[in-house]
């Protein structure tokens, strides 16, 4: 489901931020296109010689429920008072007369907007799920945005903010972990519009990049790359190619091949050095080549605290392997269709191919590990 956005009357600083991209991008330099150093690209061959094939048009279907009559939380007075945005993501449940049930908050900016968000969705209508034509108990996860005014990228930021920024910048070229840790976390404290927090989950990113794995590079570089109602980015333009070309290499790192080409393409709108544009033409070209070849492609998942994992796929048969946890549903979102299927152990699922590009989403407990296979 969409995120639902709460716009409410706009903001202004009369101090403009001091941003130490450009240094902060020579730091990290895009690595070379290559997979991961573990055994990601490896699966048993017994997992695969215990495979039957099965068409995902051949399992019963249901439809997820969808939202038929919100309402908008409250903006939290003191919040709005000192300028204040935010943004919350709950799990919940939705019965069989379309009512929200079991909310629960996944991740949240600010305490102060979890309760005007439960109070609010407490309220909402759905059009129940069904299932073979039937209404039916269904999960669902939904984000709510509290905004102040049109568009935040013409936010100014204080010079507090501006320096934390700059000293996480410093303790990370001079490999200090712990005083970079602190200033993050001085950072979230001090952090108020959304143009401020994509360059908190910025100061995130070069953190991961220096000392944490690819899963939360890649995590917490999405959260950076945060668009506005419009499809810009918060983050200055300038910064945003070499952000997408490090995008786009940690996508083929965790073998994410048909998000990796979607990225190519948005990098097409900028003007690239000739050694930039070289990486994306042969790594567009490697990946055309696996999508056509005859090759395993393993894709490590694990879901997260929103109950799902999603993978978007770059071949039209798929299937599991190495599942530790519990995987309770699948859910297929292609060009010309929507299926949605039980899970069941050793079964390749078949996509019709005219169905076109398909995204997956697996639904289960929260810190289920496994590796999808892509035939």
């Known amino acids: 489901m969409p995120n639902e956005r709460f716009k409410h009357f706009s903001i202004s600083s009369n101090v403009k931020i001091f941003v130490f991209l450009a240094f902060v991008l020579l730091v990290f330099p895009v690595k070379s296109l290559r997979a991961e150093d573990n055994d990601a690209n490896s699966v048993s061959k017994k997992s695969l010689d215990g495979l039957k094939t099965r068409s995902a048009e051949e399992i019963a279907t249901f439809i997820p429920p969808k939202p038929q009559r919100v309402f908008a939380p409250t903006y939290p007075l003191n919040a709005k008072q ?17 009512k929200p049930y079991e909310i629960s908050v996944v991740e949240y900016s600010d305490k102060e907007f979890i ?12 059009e129940p799920a069904l299932f073979e034509g039937k209404p039916i108990d269904a999960a669902a996860t939904q984000s709510i945005i509290f905004l102040l005014g049109e568009d935040s990228r013409s936010y100014t930021t204080s010079r507090q903010v501006t320096s934390i920024f700059g000293s996480i910048v410093t303790a990370i070229s001079e490999k200090d972990r712990e005083e970079a840790s602190d200033r993050l976390s001085e950072f979230y404290k001090k952090k108020k519009t959304l143009y401020e927090e994509s360059f908190y989950w910025l100061a995130r990113y070069y ?27 918060y983050l200055p333009e300038k910064g945003v190619p070499r952000l997408l070309l490090s995008k786009l290499n940690l996508e ?13 393409a948005q990098l097409n709108d900028y003007d690239l050095s000739p050694k930039q544009l070289q990486y994306i033409v042969e790594t567009t070209k490697q990946i055309l080549e696996t999508r056509s070849g005859t090759g395993l492609i393993v894709v490590k ?52 191919e005219e169905a076109g590009e398909c995204g997956l989403q697996v639904i289960g407990d929260p810190g289920t590990t496994f590796k999808l296979l892509e035939l």
Not at 115 to 126: I, V
Not at 310 to 331: M, P
Not at 334 to 350: H, P
Request: with cysteine.
């Open 301 to 352: 998942g694990k879901i997260d605290k929103a109950n799902s994992f999603y993978h978007s796929l770059l071949r039209s048969r798929f299937s599991f392997s190495e599942v530790e946890g519990d995987i309770a549903e699948l859910r297929l979102r292609c060009e010309k269709g929507y299926v949605g299927f039980i899970y069941k152990e050793e079964i390749t699922f078949e996509v019709d």
């Open 252 to 264: 083929v790192k965790r073998n994410y091949l048909s998000r990796a080409l979607d990225t190519a």
């Open 207 to 233: 953190f991961a990049a220096a000392w944490l794995d690819t899963e939360e590079q890649y995590r917490v570089l999405n959260r950076a790359l945060f668009k506005t109602d419009s499809g810009a980015y």
């Open 115 to 126: 309760n005007p968000t439960l109070k609010a969705l407490e309220k909402w209508k759905f």
């Open 82 to 98: 000192k300028g204040e945005e935010g943004w919350v993501t709950v799990n919940f449940m939705v019965d069989t007369h379309g």
